[in-house]
């Protein structure tokens, strides 16, 4: 079996558009929750997000790029950038075979779609189709493009596994280069679902929150008061490398992949199972393939949405998992980020990331007073990071439809 570890890091997102910034925010629970302003949300319960403020496509990237992608691939393509540049690749410096994309997105291109439909019915459903609206639209596109952009001819395809998507896509290319298919692959996720289908679509879901007088307060994790998730949108990329071609060519490796999971709920197209059956499971095996034993976490990234039944299922499952384990410290980083869906699970290794590399763990804001449901003794980090060495680090996530998907990263 190979060694993994990552050598590259992107994030593009309204939480910071660099990994600097990004990082920042986190670590002061800074919210970017505002009113959405890419369409007029009056009509919406929910009518705020974390939007990407003031997004020009072409101050990063070419005209026929913009042309041809849609908002989610744009978002990708910029953190992939980002990602490849830090980690040193050229695919003229190895053979291009020997690099590959797996990325994850939850809805793929759901702005190209509405866009679409709209102009389609405002001309009286006259068959006059945009060339691109196919390619566009598809959920293997931002893989595609990103390879296409670098030259990277390796194993290439996208994982769409709902909010588990872009921690799905970090498993299967840890799992091609522990079992020497490729050397090094660019993973992560991405999504753009501040839209007017998404936000009516989840809001008939009961899934967001309302509270639109204080967006910045509206996600807050194990709270009593919690009424739903932020919208988010953006992406985040990880550079996976075997570890002795890292080694060989000099790269900076920020820490290792220990191991990761999957599992299904197998009970709700959209609620979790009420005891965490299956998020137990995936942390249980993510842990057996790290060779780590549940004292060995110093940080568990929880998937925590700030909905009523979701974070309550996911403490019921951390502290079976971790029960009494007291250096264990947890964090919802949602409360900061909003939820980016199918990206969330890569802006999350990022932080669990930074979080082992930096030496810190990032707070989750906004929380007053725990829900007597969420089982006591989980040493939730509230409002202020906490300095505190981590040698591992677990990155939950969940998607509809009941996949969960766990990633560990350890120190190198």
């Known amino acids: 079996m190979k060694r993994v570890v990552v050598t590259g890091l992107g994030v593009f997102s309204a ?26 949300p009056e009509k919406f319960k929910t009518r705020f997000a974390t939007q990407i403020a003031d997004f020009n496509p072409a101050q990063y990237l070419d005209r026929n790029e913009i042309k041809r992608s849609d908002l ?20 003229n410096a190895m053979s291009p075979f020997d690099i590959g994309v797996i990325f994850g997105t939850a809805q793929g291109g759901m702005d190209t779609f509405e866009h679409q ?25 931002a893989a595609g493009l990103i390879s296409i952009k670098h030259g990277f001819m390796g194993v290439n395809f996208s994982t769409a596994s709902a909010c588990a998507s872009a921690n799905t896509a970090i498993m299967d290319a840890f799992n091609y280069i522990k079992f020497g298919k490729a050397k090094v692959i660019v993973t992560g996720g991405s999504d753009a679902p501040i839209s007017e289908a998404s936000i009516g679509g989840y809001n008939s879901l009961k899934a967001l929150s309302t509270r639109n007088a204080e967006p910045t307060k509206a996600s807050r994790p194990f709270d ?5 998730f932020v919208m988010g949108e953006g992406a985040g990329v990880l550079v996976l490398e075997e570890y002795e071609h890292a080694k060989a060519r000099g790269a900076h490796i920020y820490a290792e992949v220990g191991g990761a999971a999957m599992t299904s709920d197998a009970y709700h197209i959209t609620a979790t199972h009420p ?11 993510a842990l057996e393939d790290a060779g780590l034993n549940a004292t060995d976490i110093g940080f568990v990234n929880a998937h925590a949405t700030s909905t009523p039944v979701g974070d309550i ?35 999350e290794a990022i932080i669990s990331l930074k979080a082992i590399i930096e030496g810190i763990v990032p707070p989750t804001i906004n929380t007053q007073t725990i829900d007597p449901e969420i089982p006591k003794g989980l040493n939730i980090v509230i ?27 350890k120190k190198i």
Do not use: C
């Open 275 to 285: 005891e965490g059956k299956g998020a137990i499971k995936a942390m249980q095996l």
């Open 72 to 91: 989610y691939s744009q978002y990708a393509l910029i953190a992939a950038d980002q990602a490849i540049a830090d980690a040193g690749i050229d695919a």
């Open 117 to 141: 439909y709209k102009e389609f019915a405002a001309k009286n459903f006259e068959p006059h189709f945009n060339p691109f609206f196919i390619p566009k639209t598809l959920v293997n596109m």
């Open 383 to 409: 409002n202020e990071a906490i300095e505190k060495r981590v040698d591992a680090a677990l990155s939950n996530t969940f998607g509809f439809g009941g996949h969960n998907g766990v990633v560990v990263f």
């Open 313 to 347: 299922s996911e403490a019921k499952a951390i502290k079976a998992v971790f029960d009494g384990h007291d250096g264990l410290h947890v964090s919802a980083t949602k409360s900061v980020t909003g939820h980016l869906l199918g990206a969330a699970g890569a802006v």
């Open 15 to 40: 939480t910071g558009t660099d990994i600097a910034t990004f990082w920042n925010n986190i670590v002061e629970g800074i919210s970017p929750a505002k009113a959405i302003t890419r369409f007029n």
């Open 224 to 228: 009593v008061e919690r009424d739903g």
